[in-house]
């Protein structure tokens, strides 16, 4: 069958499912959303984002069954070969879930599931801030601290489809207990949860802004408004920034030292406080990482925010595909 | 010119170059060694280690110039695309040595250099404890700690080919200096000068047997005298390797969740007290490792010691070479 130039991409986020029509080029043309919450049901899922395909591909006079495919990426474990679901965070009952086989019969074009920093790591890394890089880090901050490497010009996966949990590179073995139940994870220190940890030390240790900004937000601490105290100067509310760039840092010299790579690109919701944590994190990265490799690595902020995982999804098809054995089935 | 199925494989160690006459399938037909220390000066090497080549190969009736090729492997950052050692622990002047053109031009045949522990991965990868793994990790414990990575059945190199420094992730920022610069990298607990200084801390804190040993040693402690101690059942002997198990735990554990690898071979002298430091490395690498890839990771100690790196050098010829990039050009 002759498939037309579209393919859609949907990233299955904690609170919504954001849905991208996008040309190879990696053009989002049409651009929609769906609350997660009522959609976690494998078959309610795959019956209303079937539609929004639909819809997608009728709104550029298509066919959904001629599109290029569908890529999903999905926070969990996924084996990426079978389209299949092991596991995934906050989406309860998504266990060993054929994702990938079941949205293909009913949609009747090729769908492919991954990680879903995966999806966003070949976004940033065709179309966004890792465009040449051969040897890319991609890291993504927010409730959980993702990640994905793109190695040797090409996604790896590891041995069984869980490489690049940056998040859970151990940085202090004595450090705070983290969600996956080790301890000192990077995650544990510059996750949401360990952000607010050092906002509420900082409240305790006397930030005025801070407090007086998380009083008027209802109480509700958030990194933003750690962000926003510190820009106003509270000098308290600063320190979680610099504590926060210290973390990275060092998490980001082991990478540096085990990988040599050309570029990280570090993305996601907290990466918004970018100025006042990345000279503290560039500092702290020079200090534990060796010489040549750390003059050779550019770190930046990644570009395509909240798109890049759906258009990363063009990446799952064609040439790029290819290269990384999937539709060759080279990797079985 | 048609070419011989021999290649000599040679290691330069800090006190001995080892050659070595191996066949394609990894067997090693003769083996010499010389002393590291007089040959330090570029060309005195050359020459001295071209005789060697040449003699190798006229042992089995051949002429050094239709020699498969010479693999060097080399303690430092090297260009192996170049064949030029950037620089080198411990040879004194070798500063962008273009070692690989020289020695070709005076051998006749192809000549490759490459990272020492880089071709130690290689040897036991496709001889030793590596076969069949997809994702490796190797890592040598010594002097200095070691490593190189394997990654969708390659040679991984980095950036600039400084990829693979496991010694060098960072776990413990507050841990003692490291002999990089930089402070609590894994070396610096299990390199031989971290666990000297544990070797002293536990006479200090009273191990009779230990200090015993040491004393009939004219005072010299080395990780050998330790495992004997704790062999003997000197108490705080022991609690050395669990010591260094525990930090080999901790780094394994980081390296898991990152690469998800099939496997972790580790070799190296230090390797020998294995019995002592591997339950501890094991159970706290379950321990900070996420559970999936925890589960599907082996972790084995090196098959072919003194050797690896020797036999790994033929891996840099013919299908091996070309799926790396070697041969073909394919990394430029």
């Not at 092991?86 to 998504?94: E, L």
């Not at 919701?269 to 990345?278: D, Q, T």
């Not at 702290?284 to 050779?296: E, F, I, K």
Request: with cysteine.
């Amino acid at each position: 069958m002759t498939r037309n130039r579209w393919t859609v991409g949907i990233d299955f986020g904690a609170t919504v499912i954001k849905l991208g029509l996008v040309a190879p080029g990696g053009r989002v043309a049409r651009f929609l959303t769906l609350p997660s919450g009522t959609l976690s049901q494998p078959s309610v899922f795959i019956e209303r984002v079937s539609r929004v395909v639909e819809e997608l591909a009728e709104s550029v006079g298509e066919r959904a069954s001629r599109l290029q495919g569908v890529g999903i990426g999905v926070p969990g474990t996924v084996d990426s070969r079978r389209g299949t679901v092991r596991s995934a965070v906050n989406i309860p009952g998504w266990y060993n879930m054929r994702l990938g086989p079941r949205l293909q019969r009913r949609l009747g074009c090729p769908c492919r599931v991954d990680n879903d920093a995966n999806l966003v790591a070949l976004g940033e890394w065709r179309f966004g801030a890792g465009r040449e890089a051969r040897q890319l880090v991609c890291l993504t901050l927010g409730t959980g601290v993702g990640g994905a490497l793109i190695m040797d010009g090409a996604l790896y996966r590891g041995a069984n489809g869980s490489a690049g949990e940056l998040g859970h590179l151990v940085v202090d073995p004595r450090g705070p207990r983290c969600g996956c139940g080790a301890r000192g994870c990077l995650e544990a220190f510059v996750g949401t949860a360990g952000i607010l940890r050092l906002g509420r030390r900082a409240v305790r240790q006397g930030a005025p802004r801070l407090a007086e900004l998380v009083e008027r937000a209802h109480g509700r601490m958030t990194p933003k408004v750690i962000s926003k105290a510190a820009r106003m100067g509270d000098t308290s509310a600063r320190r979680v920034w610099v504590e926060v760039g210290r973390w990275l840092g060092i998490g980001l010299a082991s990478l540096v030292n085990l990988l040599n790579p050309d570029r990280v690109v570090i993305g996601g919701g907290v990466a918004n406080a970018w100025r006042l944590f990345h000279p503290t994190l560039i500092k702290t990265m020079r200090t534990y990482a060796m010489a040549s490799p750390a003059r050779r690595v550019r770190i930046v902020r990644a570009q395509l925010g909240n798109s890049a995982g759906i258009v990363g999804a063009v990446l799952l098809w064609g040439e790029g595909a290819v290269a990384r054995g999937l539709s060759s089935g080279a990797n079985e």
